[in-house]
């Protein structure tokens, strides 16, 4: 039985024991559609998180695929172009039951202008990275992400405890609502600036957040109490990022760590310029498109002045992967690049090794399902101790979001092992019913860009695209159910180029033969670009682990 959901309650959660499709491969992909859409920031445009990232194309076109989901069999594969079924095709049973291509535009035309008039057209949509993928899980997706960066810079550079420790954010959308909860569990004292009440109240609602200080002067000084406590706090304060922060920066205040995750990636339809009510930016999205670009990029231009004075006095600055530095850089601030990006300052090495996020789904929808498999991943890695660190920390403190769901940061051979051990449990019928295997596209063979994952590579390949798109390829060729090619990422249009998998480990043998060829190629292929990038942590996963990387001398 599907659950309400008091969230959205015309989306509800699905579960229970009941098919709808033919198999559990696609009845699974069904449910992780509906999945995105219940949790989601505005499923009655479609929208999943990221100001567009969507599900599907339109609701006709949402229909067909559910139509087609439910009708498919097993010797058949659903072919998606951006959120639209355009086949139904004869494979074999060994084959995808979905592959999809989302969002992707030639080179040359690649940009954010012709995205937008391909979308007034209905030719096209933007799936995020997950969205459009059906592999988003709500906030708690990013948040094992974002508490590994910040345990990395309390490894680095404050003895290991953030304990005391003030950071600034801003934006608590989709994404960047898992800050205040990864701040809070890394021990810290964290303030979120954020433009709209609402999205501050919902993350307060399903505790993801503490508090919402009424002005600057109460955030500030409950964010002072915590500190001489040494307590762990998070606190939303209303308002814009572009104002705040430089107001902070002008009282001499320095906060220890620094980053945002507002949308700044869409100066339409995500950022909001300072000075701009939410009533007025949704006006000029269809009045003024224009108005609304130059104003948020002269806002980012301030908004990034003040991360880069936090710098210059000491703070911990770095960009969280929505094209902040690119838009500052465009309005006029040279230095923005000073800013470091995550993933090399803070993940490279794990990146190297293939070790990121992966993360399974419950299908029949029960939250015990995923204590049983928390257990198992307590049991079959004690050693790992950013992994068992993790599932304590999560099974404690991160609420459940529509399909119960967990992540965790596994590497090759681990997640291979882990999602052949759930199949079995499936069989066995120890868990009451299937369960999805996926990852975020930010993994290591998985995506290409320059700004974000791919930023500063070790041999200078940055733009090359061909690593996600051998990925989607392998993943086809090893039988994932679920194969996905997207573009876009921030900016939609030619920012990025991103593969994404799903499996349904329904308990059968066909389902362990799927887990094992595409878990395995998956992490392998993402070890060997690091490899061929010269990666010495790649080089020795290959050695460690018999992974099949072919040298070659030129
Ligand atoms: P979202 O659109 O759901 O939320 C953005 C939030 O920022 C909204 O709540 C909005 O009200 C707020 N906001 C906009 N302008 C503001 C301003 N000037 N001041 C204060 N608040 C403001 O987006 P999301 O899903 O949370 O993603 C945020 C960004 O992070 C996007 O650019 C996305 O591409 C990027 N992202 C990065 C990663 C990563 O790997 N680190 C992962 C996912 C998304």
Known sequence: MPKANPRHPDFPIPGGPELRARTWRAEGLLRLLENVLSVGEAPERLVVYAALGKAARSWPAHQAIVKSLTEIEEDETLIIQSGKPVGLLK??????????????IVGQWAKAEVFYELERKGLICWGGLTAGAWQ?????????????????????????????????????????????????????????VEVDPARAEMRREIG?????????????????????????????????AAEIYPEIARRG?????????????????GYIPAGYDLARVQRLRAQNPEELIEAGRASIAQHVQAMLAFQSRGAEVFDNGNLIRTQAQQGGVANAFDIPIFTEAYLRPLFARAIGPFRWMALSGEEEDIRRI????????????????????????VPFEGLPARIAWLGHGARTDLALAVNRMVAEGKLAGPVAFSRDHLDAGGMAHPNIMTENMRDGSDAIADWPLLDAMTLCASGADLVTVHSGGGGYAGYMTSAGVTIVAEGSASAEDRLRRALSNDTALGVIRYADAGYPEALDEVARKGIGHVRCAG
């Not at 205040?253 to 339809?269: E, G, M, N, R």
């Open 91 to 104: 494979t074999h049973p060994g084959a995808p039951m979905v592959i999809m291509a989302n969002c992707n």
């Open 136 to 192: 988003y899980i709500g906030s708690q997706g990013v948040i094992q992400g974002t508490y590994e960066i910040f345990m990395r810079i309390a490894e680095r550079r404050f003895g290991g405890t953030l304990a005391g420790r003030f950071i600034l954010t801003a934006g608590l959308g989709g994404m960047g609502g898992s800050q205040p909860l990864a701040g809070r569990m890394a021990g810290a004292a964290i303030l979120c």
């Open 208 to 240: 993801f957040l503490d508090a919402i200080a009424p002005d600057l002067e109460s955030a500030l000084a409950m964010i002072d109490a915590a500190r001489a406590e040494g307590k762990a706090l998070s606190v939303a304060l209303i308002g814009n």
């Open 253 to 269: 205040i320095t906060p220890d760590i620094v980053t945002d995750q507002t949308s700044a990636h869409d100066l339409v339809y």
């Open 374 to 397: 928390d257990d198992l991943v307590l049991a079959m890695f004690p050693d790992d101790r950013i992994v068992t660190n993790w599932i304590r920390l999560a099974r404690e403190n």
